[in-house]
Structure formats: C-alpha cells, structure tokens
C-alpha cells in the first residue's frame, strides 16, 4: 500500500516570509516603533519612552557585544526593580546572551555557586549588594566576571566595586546596534536557579520561544489590555519577574519601578501614576492590607492583582478588595516561567458569599492560556485522576511554558520530563470542573514569602552545630509569609542547646529568610530502619494547612 499523499505538503521549506523564531525581543521593537513617544518607564520623578527605552538597550547590548558578549555567554544581574533591570532582560538576549538574574537575598555562598556554574562573564553590581558581591566573587573556584556597577540615585550607601558604571557603558554603547535574533526559538534567553531538594540549586534554563508565549499569556490570563499601568512589587529576579519585563513590553504599557516592597510608597506610586496591575507573594498583599495608611472603600483606585504562593485565605482575599485591589490566584513555578496556570474566574462568582468565593478562587486552577496543559496524574500508571476531589496525585504540566531543562544536569532534566509531563513536586486533586487543587508537597521545598527553601540544606546546617544528633526540618503555617521553616532537634546526650542558639547558629551559615523560624526539641520519630518520619512532624506544625487550608 503506497503511503498516502497530503496535498497540503506543498515541498517548500520554512523561508524568512512565513517563519520568524518568536522571541520577546520582537516585543520591544514592535512598541518602539508603534508607541515611540508613550512611556515605557517611570522611576523615582524620572521616565523614558519606549523609543528611549528601545536605544538604551541597544546601546548596551553593542557595549557587551564589545566586551565579547555572544552566543551562549552568561550574564549575570544583583539588582532590585530598577530600570537597568528591566533593560537588562532585552540587553543581554540582544547578543545573544543568556541572562541570569541573582536572587537579592541570597548569600555569598549561593551566589558564588550559580556565578560558577552558570559561567557568567560580566555581572551588572546595585551598591546595595556590593559586599555580598565582592565576598562572592572572592569565593569562585572559576573566572570571576567583570563587574557593572549600577548606581542607583535613591539608594545611599554602599560602594563601586566595578570597572565601569552602567549609564558609562550605554553611553559607549551604538544606538544603531542590530540585535542578534535567536536562530532557533528553542534558544536559550535566561537562567534561574532554584532550590533543590538535595545539594546545590537547579540552574533552570527557559527559551525564547517559552518567554514570548507565556509574556502573552500574562496579558490574557491578567486581563491587561493594551498600555496597562505595571507596578513593579514582584521581584525581577523571580522567575524573571514571571516574564512580565516582556508582557509589559509587549502591551506597550508603562513599568512603574521600585526599588523596595513600602506601604506608602506603592499607594502613592498607585494614586500618582495610576497603576492598573501588579503581582506578588500573599505576604505582599498581606502587608498592604494592614498598612495605616491603606485607602479604603472609595478612596482606593481600583488595580487587578496576581497572587500565587500559598492559596490566598479568605482574609487577604476580602482585605485587599477593601483596599481596590481585586485578586487572580496563579501558580507555577521557575520551571513554567512563573506561573502557567490561573484560577480562571468564572460569571457569578462575585456575587457568592466570601467564604464560599474564596474557596472558588483560592484554586490553582486550570493552563494558562499558551500553556498546553496543568493536571494531576497518577505518578505509577502516568493516568490522570478522577474528577472526585479526593483522589491524591502528582501536578503535572505539558506544553511550550516549560523549560529546556536544568543547565548540566542530565539526571535531573530527565527525571523531571519523565512520561512526557513536567513533575512539580506537588500533590493534589482535581475537582469535579477539572480545576487543580495542591494538597501537599511532595519534594522538601518550603515556600516562604514565595521565596524557595530546600529543608534538606537546613538540615544540612543544623546537623554541623556540634550538639544536633538528629534534625528534620518542615514547613510551619505562618500568618506573614505563608509558611516558614520549623526545625525539629534531637541533641547528642550530655549537649545542650537553646532554640536562641540553634537559630543563631543556623543565621551565621545561610541566608536570613532560610533560617528556622522555630525550632522543638525532643526524640524525633523514626521508623524501625530509622528513617525520620517527616509526615508525622508535618501534621504535628499543620504543615498542609499552609498550602490548602
């Protein structure tokens, strides 16, 4: 039997009239050249427009391609939500370099590692972080990077620890500058390293063509239309800011930086700028909501909020609309650039009563618009389950928000792709709409003001102090930051140690936000082969409650 011919196979190849990689550089052209003269971006009394904004990263990216900047070259940034950082996500992917934006609240330790590993060549510096950075770079075992001070008018303090200063080299830079487009959308454009649950961080590597579909995804998932007002509350580092750098781009919209999470700050950059959008962790919203000054009722302009991290409580659901701040609850993780599901409101929701609205909206939902698929799955049979809301499996994603994988780490990129689904780590259900619920997690991650923690570093340090004979460490409910690590210690018979020294002791290796928070002393349940049962600690702290209650 001759195979069967399709008509529509016309025997032509891709040609540059019907195929372009998609990438999110495109998105910054296009608005410089449709909306030159609108604002792109607004920090502390200064702006810019997007044909400015379009010139400045040109600019700099002619600078690093001087500097030897190309293909598969790393740059790294330790920067808050300034403009530069913004720049930057456009900058470097210009060259055809990856960017890697470094968590601001790591340490030297961490960040010496992902410089290393990730090879990066030049590192744009704030002066907030130039003793972190200095004792990092002290601390490769590789090429130390050229350092990029970028000095910040509001900031005081700190010190140049650089060769050149940022605004120096986009003066230098070629206005004229062409950027080097990816010659495969499959190409890399950043690196983000996230927490494992064993040993050193995962270098995660997302392409272009994942970044431009989820920047459009943001825009529809969000609601933002055209020339929203992006208040800029979720850190750039994270997830490269859930992609929203591009999404703002793409919607020619204006991004209202800030360099830290105020109270103050943000009503009055909401009032005077009139901010329609912003994104953060609940604790974000949680601090909001309880400001002094907060607005209320009609005094509150009205902006559309993401949350994701733990499921938002009926509280802050209820306080941030007193305040104008209408809530979508997303989740996701580095892995799906952000987040690549959203708990898609459906008509007749708002007019439920808030405990049961809440309970609707505190879902993690259904894909995001680009994203092929988010379910739960048996992990064995790779089936999904039943639409019961009691049948436990895996969260699992599918489809072109997910990553290349995990930057030279084999084992793990396979591990995490096996049965063609992207394994979260995650446990839950699926309700009778098919809307997926988290109930536990099943990896030793704990989520503190949507910051990663591996439990099993802690234990890690907490097993050094001379007088832990055994440690667990496991996510604790908390009202400010959503959960925190609690620590459970078995000292070595005649020690002693308080849960002051223990917490001292842990602060003195790791980053502050990664220190236990509580610590309970006592024999430690194991099991007859003497594995430490972590479930039992878990349902002794209510770990789940943090997640789903």
């Known amino acids: 039997m001759s195979e069967r011919q399709n008509q529509y196979n016309i025997g032509l190849d891709k040609t540059p009239a019907n195929y372009v990689p998609l990438s999110p550089l495109s998105f910054l052209a296009r608005s410089a050249a449709v909306y030159p003269n609108h604002v792109s971006t607004v920090y502390e009394g200064r702006s810019c427009t997007w044909a400015q904004t379009y010139e400045r990263c040109r600019r700099f990216a002619s600078w690093l391609a001087g500097k030897g900047i190309g293909v598969g070259d790393t740059v790294a940034a330790m920067l808050p939500n300034i403009p530069a950082m913004n720049e930057a996500h456009f900058a470097v992917p210009m060259t055809g370099a990856v960017l890697n934006a470094l968590n601001i609240r790591l340490d030297a330790p961490s960040i010496a590692f992902q410089l290393d590993h990730g090879g990066a060549k030049i590192i744009l510096v704030d002066p907030e972080f130039s003793g972190v950075i200095a004792e990092a770079l002290a601390r490769m075992t590789g090429p130390k990077p050229l350092v990029v001070d970028v000095d910040d008018a509001s900031f005081k303090g700190g010190k140049r620890i650089g060769e050149i200063e940022y605004e120096t ?16 959308e499959w190409d890399a454009i ?37 020339h929203p007002v992006y208040l800029w509350t979720l850190p750039m580092f994270h997830c490269n800011g ?43 919203y949680n601090t909001l909501i309880n400001a002094p000054d907060a607005p209320k009722g009609n005094a509150a302009r009205r902006v559309v909020g993401l949350i994701a991290g733990a499921a938002p409580p009926v509280a802050v659901l209820e306080g941030a609309e007193s305040i104008g701040i209408k809530l979508t609850h997303v989740y996701g993780l580095t892995e799906v650039y952000g987040p690549a599901s959203v708990c898609a409101e459906q008509p007749g929701w708002d007019e439920l009563p808030p405990a049961e609205r ?24 790779m089936r999904q389950v039943p639409r019961d809301g009691e049948t436990i499996g895996e969260v699992m994603f599918r489809g072109n928000i997910v990553m290349k994988g995990y930057l030279k780490n084999e084992k793990a990129t396979k591990e995490a792709f096996e049965g063609g689904w992207f ?22 991650i704990i989520i503190s003001g ?38 459970f210690v078995e000292l070595k018979d005649g020690a002693s140690a308080t849960e002051a020294d223990i917490i001292a002791f842990c602060r003195s290796h790791m980053s502050g936000f990664k220190t236990p928070k509580t610590v309970v002393f006592g024999p430690i349940p194991k099991t007859s082969t003497g594995k430490i049962q972590k479930f039992l600690l878990r349902n002794e702290v209510g770990s789940v409650k943090a997640i789903s209650a």
């Open 190 to 226: 950043a690196l983000s390293y996230t927490s494992g649950t064993t040993g050193n961080p995962k270098g995660v590597v997302t392409h272009h063509r994942g970044a431009y579909l989820n920047a459009v995804s943001n825009i529809l998932a969000g609601n933002l239309g055209q």
């Open 450 to 487: 949507g910051e990663n923690i591996s439990s099993v570093e802690v234990e890690d340090i907490l097993y050094k102090h001379p007088a832990v004979l055994f440690a667990a460490v496991v996510a604790k409910p908390d009202p400010k930051w959503g959960e925190v690590p609690c620590a």
């Open 242 to 284: 859930w992609c929203f750098p591009w999404t703002i781009a793409a919607a020619a919209g204006i991004n209202v930086c800030l360099r830290k999470v105020e109270p103050s700050k943000i009503f009055e950059l909401i009032k005077s700028h009139g901010v329609t959008h912003m994104c953060g962790a609940p604790i974000v």
């Open 423 to 444: 394994h979260t780590g995650d446990l839950g259900v699926l309700d009778e709409h098919g809307y997926v619920i988290i109930k536990d997690r099943s990896k030793d």
């Open 358 to 381: 809440a309970r609707m909206k505190r879902r993690q939902g259904v894909p995001y618009p680009l994203q092929e698929a988010v379910t739960v799955i048996n992990p064995q049979t």
């Open 169 to 184: 080299a986009v003066a230098q830079g070629d206005p004229g500058f062409a950027a080097i487009p990816p010659s495969d």
